[in-house]
Every structure is written in structure tokens, then in C-alpha cells.
């Protein structure tokens, strides 16, 4: 299974040129999911949502619409998982609310914590939550090069958790390290893919493609056809400053896999988004 979307659903620049103009920010949510698979949620990185705000998610998209929650910064850049068992058990609670439609959680970590400073608590806290996870699906994300290595995916696939493949300028490229565990049958069966290109000097805007990567997408194409065939679930997330405007990003994207995998084409819904869906955006 391979599922494609993007990063938030919650851009007003994108009137116009995704969203009618004229569809109220309630309905983002709502429109987004008939057009694609699934969305990564960064707002949970600046607090974990409400109950009742997951629930008006669930209520607002089709039942095979999946949600890639971010951990909340309290785990990760303040406390640098160091003495947050209780944030992270209620986070793991919220992802077991979303049920089947919780894609790999994404825990993304600072550049400032490093392998070399911060190795023990960071071994530590992979440890504690693998034995916690109870079939959720995780993916860490590591930014400081002493950790961007195999020998680290290969630690964290031993562990049952992902490691988040990101395409980002100044980012090592870890797919063939990772896609070696998957070949040897040592890595978790779906992978989490974040598409993010040049975020300090790529493009400015977000309503339009200005930076085509052709030749990247032709990669990557090859790349996930090798997963599907493997038998990995593939979540991916595309970001603005990859392009210039993500959602164009995505179905550029899937023209190409529908080449080359089994690939559903999105057909547009018969029906309206529903009109009643609350705080969708909280």
C-alpha cells in the first residue's frame, strides 16, 4: 500500500489553487481527505490535540484516511526524552484512538541531539517505548549527522521502529542502508517518507510548482515501485519548499507510479464535503 499526501491541510494560500475559494477553513479538512490517502498533523508538535478534536477528524474523512501525528515538542525538544513517560503514554493513548487510521507516528528529533551527547538517553528512551508501542507504528526522525548513519537504522529497525527517510538538502540519504534491512527481512513493514527539499533557500510561496525536480520524483518513483514489491506500506509527505506547492508535488508523483504499481486514480466525490464538521483545525 502505498499512501501519498502532504504536510497540514491547513494552508489559506492554497484558495484558488486547491481549495475553492469560497469553502469555509471548517471543510479543509474534509475536502483534503477525497483527494488524498492521508496528511502528517504537525500541529500535534506544538501540544497533543484534544480527544474531541481527533474524533471531529475521524467524523470528517473517509474510513481509510490515516493521520500522521508529529510527537509533541514537550518530548522531544524540551525534555529531549529525558523524564516524559507520562506525556509520551498519553500520546500513545491518542494514537490508539485514531485506531486503523494512525499512520506511523512520526517522532522527530532535534539537531542538537546527537549520538555523541545524548546517545544514552536517547537509547534509553527507544528501548522503553518499543516495549510500549503494542502494534502502533513509529518512525524516528534524526538530525544530527553522528546519528544519520546504518548502524543507527539498523539499531532502530531491530527495535520494530522506522526510520524516516527524508529527502532534504543538507539531510543524508539513508534509503539504500534502509532499504538493505528491508531485503533482509530486518525492518518493520512500512516506511515513512518525508519529501522536503531546500527549506532555507528553496522556493518562496506555496501556491504553484516553481522548482521542478523531475529527476528526483523519477527516483524516488523507482524507489517506492521497489518498496511496493516488497511488501512494505509506504507513507509519504510532501512539503511546499519541495516544489512550491506540495498537493501539484504529490499527483506528479503518482502520475509516475501509476506506471510502474497498482495505484488507484483519486476519482472527485459525487457529494459535497459534509457541512458540519467543528474545530477540525485545533
Not at 32 to 58: C, E, I, K, M
Not at 135 to 153: I, N, Y
Request: with cysteine; hydrophobic share 40%; charged share 25%.
Amino acid at each position: 500500500m502505498i499512501s501519498l499526501g502532504v504536510a497540514s491541510w491547513l494552508f489559506d494560500a492554497w484558495r484558488g489553487v486547491f481549495y475553492p475559494e469560497t469553502l469555509p477553513r471548517s471543510q479543509y479538512l474534509t475536502y483534503y481527505a477525497h483527494r488524498f490517502r492521508t496528511v502528517q498533523v504537525n500541529s500535534s508538535f506544538y501540544g497533543q490535540p484534544r480527544t474531541t478534536t481527533v474524533d471531529n477528524w475521524l467524523q470528517a474523512t473517509p474510513d481509510d484516511f490515516t493521520f500522521c501525528l508529529k510527537f509533541p515538542r514537550a518530548i522531544s525538544h524540551e525534555k529531549r526524552l529525558v523524564d516524559c513517560e507520562p506525556e509520551t503514554l498519553s500520546f500513545l493513548d491518542l494514537l490508539r484512538r485514531l485506531g486503523n487510521r494512525a499512520a506511523p507516528a512520526l517522532l522527530q528529533l532535534p539537531p542538537s541531539l546527537s549520538r555523541q551527547h545524548d546517545g544514552r538517553a536517547l537509547a534509553d528512551y527507544l528501548a522503553w517505548i518499543a516495549g510500549r508501542l503494542d502494534g502502533l507504528r513509529l518512525a524516528v526522525e534524526v538530525r544530527s549527522p553522528d546519528l544519520m548513519t546504518p548502524a543507527f537504522a539498523a539499531y532502530v529497525a531491530e527495535l520494530g521502529i522506522g526510520l524516516t527517510l527524508v529527502d532534504r538538502v543538507g539531510t543524508a540519504d539513508l534509503f539504500d542502508a534502509w532499504l538493505a534491512l528491508v531485503m533482509q527481512e530486518r525492518a518493520p513493514d512500512f516506511a515513512l517518507i518525508r519529501w522536503i527539499g531546500d527549506d532555507k533557500d528553496g522556493p518562496v510561496g506555496d501556491r504553484e510548482i516553481t522548482f521542478p525536480r523531475d529527476a528526483d520524483l523519477e527516483r524516488w518513483t523507482g524507489r517506492l515501485a521497489i518498496l511496493d514489491g516488497l511488501g512494505v506500506d509506504v507513507f509519504g509527505y510532501m512539503h511546499n519548499p519541495y516544489e512550491g506547492h506540495s498537493p501539484a508535488s504529490v499527483r506528479r508523483l503518482e502520475e509516475r507510479l501509476r506506471a510502474v504499481v497498482d495505484l488507484p486514480a483519486w476519482t472527485p466525490p459525487s457529494v459535497p464535503p459534509h457541512p458540519a464538521q467543528m474545530s477540525l483545525f485545533e
